[in-house]
């Protein structure tokens, strides 16, 4: 299974050293999107957002696969 490093780009920089395994982009795609979420909720409780915040997911060797704002993981409603 190929290896994802999930890198976060908010109020501090926090790079993965370790990844995870997942079986394709899609299903990184997805941990991308819920650890996007998470982080949401932890900046929420400090009473903002910031939509552009991101997490970069890289391939073993080093290259940016895709990024995830915070804005694309959630749907905002009026």
Known sequence: MPRYFFNVFNDETSLDDE????PNLQA???QAIKAARSL???T????RLVLSH????QGK??????DVTFG????IRP
Request: aromatic share 4%; charged share 30%; net charge negative.
């Open 19 to 22: 990844g995870q395994e997942l």
């Open 28 to 30: 990184a795609r997805a």
């Open 40 to 42: 949401m909720g932890d």
């Open 44 to 47: 929420l409780k400090k009473g």
């Open 54 to 57: 991101h997490i970069a997911v």
């Open 61 to 66: 060797g080093g290259e940016v696969l895709f």
């Open 72 to 75: 694309e993981a959630v749907e």
